[in-house]
Nanobody, 114 residues
């Protein structure tokens, strides 16, 4: 099982960013997929999850209306569109299967700062 996250970087408050995660080692097209994040000094927290077909989606209250999760089963890739970014969104972002596995990728750093 492998997750490779990409697309992070430095962005100003109010800006946007799109994260990608390429997954392998399991049947992606029949698996739910989620995004998590971990800010400095804090526990890893749930951000969003999407079911295998993309028909059921759930967001954490802190990102609802600003972030959008999507997937491309042909590419074994899940995406997270981040809009109206706030400094408190600064974190390392990880993708994961739902239900979770014991494997985590290296994550991608998102820094929101002016």
């Amino acid at each position: 099982v492998q997750f490779v996250e990409s697309g992070g970087g430095l962005v100003q408050p109010g800006g946007s960013m799109r994260l990608s995660c390429a997954a392998s080692g399991f049947t992606f097209s029949s698996s739910g997929m989620g995004w998590f994040r971990q800010a400095p000094g804090k526990e890893r927290e749930f951000v969003a999850v999407i079911n295998w077909r993309g028909g059921n989606i759930l967001y954490a209250d802190s990102v609802k209306g600003r972030f959008t999760i999507s997937r491309d089963n042909a590419k074994n890739t899940v995406y997270l569109e981040l809009n109206s970014l706030k400094p408190e969104d600064t974190a390392v972002y990880y993708c994961q299967r739902s239900p979770t596995t014991n494997y985590w990728g290296q994550g991608t750093q998102v820094t929101v700062s002016s």
